[in-house]
């Protein structure tokens, strides 16, 4: 499934392919276990970004068992920051004819700074098909401005390229807490797009940031991830994302990613705590 690409030439920092490559097996009493090291560039101040850190989790899970069926579903749980060195912890939970389910705790400075739980499961014959709910039509993502200047967005952000489809700027005062959002990975090459896919669902910043009058700080406790497809390619996707409420410093938000297509790819939702 790994695709070679064309992508905009980056510094040396590794990219996140050089970083699955890298992830080294060592055997424990109750699990596989993986040692890695996360870049200075994926980091988002003190710890490292939320999406890295799931497709890292995601690609010790196919390397202990490259058996496994598609995934279909994933919940993260951020519990401490993660610094740059860091073992992803696999476990099998319950393994059935169906589906699967594995746990997964990125451990960091000793102690475990997220816990991902992914399902898998293979094709089954359905009479049910359906792809409800309309893909809005929006500008080709090439002719559109970027989301962010670089100088101004946190260090994880230039390993991805993202455009403004809809919505307005970030710490506007906007009363519309919802953005639509051409984004890839900015470098492609040797990665697995289902790998590639979950790195980059995380990319974007929570759509309450549009409210915001002045920067403050957000930090990401929960994230719950649906697929209803892998992209085949690791082209544009769109990520319309939506702030459903937020009180009490703390953002209810909804995310719908979809293909160049039309085609809806997953469904997500973020419990986003807010500092401002």
């Known amino acids: 499934m790994t695709q070679d690409t064309t992508a905009p030439s980056q510094d040396t920092a590794p990219s996140l392919g050089d970083m699955v490559k890298a992830l080294t097996p060592e055997a424990t009493d109750s699990a596989t276990r993986y040692s890695g090291r996360i870049s200075p560039s994926w980091m988002q101040g003190r710890t490292a970004f939320g999406g890295i850190t799931a497709a890292l989790a995601l690609a010790a899970t196919r390397k202990a068992r490259p058996d496994l069926p598609k995934l279909r579903s994933m919940q993260v749980s951020f519990l401490r920051p993660i610094s740059e060195e860091v073992a992803f912890e696999v476990t099998a939970i319950r393994e059935g004819r169906s589906s699967s389910f594995f746990q997964v705790d990125a ?45 101004k967005a946190p260090s994880f952000f230039s390993n991805f390229q993202a455009r403004v489809a809809d919505g307005d700027p970030l710490i506007s005062g906007s009363a519309r807490p919802e953005v639509l959002v051409w984004s890839r990975l900015a470098v492609r090459d040797g990665i697995d ?84």
């Open 107 to 151: 451990i960091s400075d000793g102690k475990t700074g997220a816990r991902c739980t992914f399902v898998f499961g293979a094709d089954r014959d359905s009479a049910i098909v359906h792809d409800y709910g309309q893909a809005p039509a929006l500008p080709d993502p090439d002719a559109l401005p970027d989301l962010v200047r670089r100088s």
């Open 193 to 276: 797009p289902e790998i590639a896919f979950i790195c980059n669902a995380d990319s974007l910043p929570p759509a309450a940031m549009t409210t915001f009058t002045v920067p403050a700080p957000i930090s990401t406790i929960t994230w719950s991830l649906d697929m209803a497809r892998c992209p085949a390619d690791l082209d544009w996707t769109l990520t319309r994302t939506t702030s459903k409420q937020a009180s009490d410093g703390y953002s209810v938000q909804d995310m719908e990613i979809r293909a160049r297509d039309g085609s809806l790819l997953a469904s997500a939702q973020q419990m986003v705590a807010l500092f401002a």
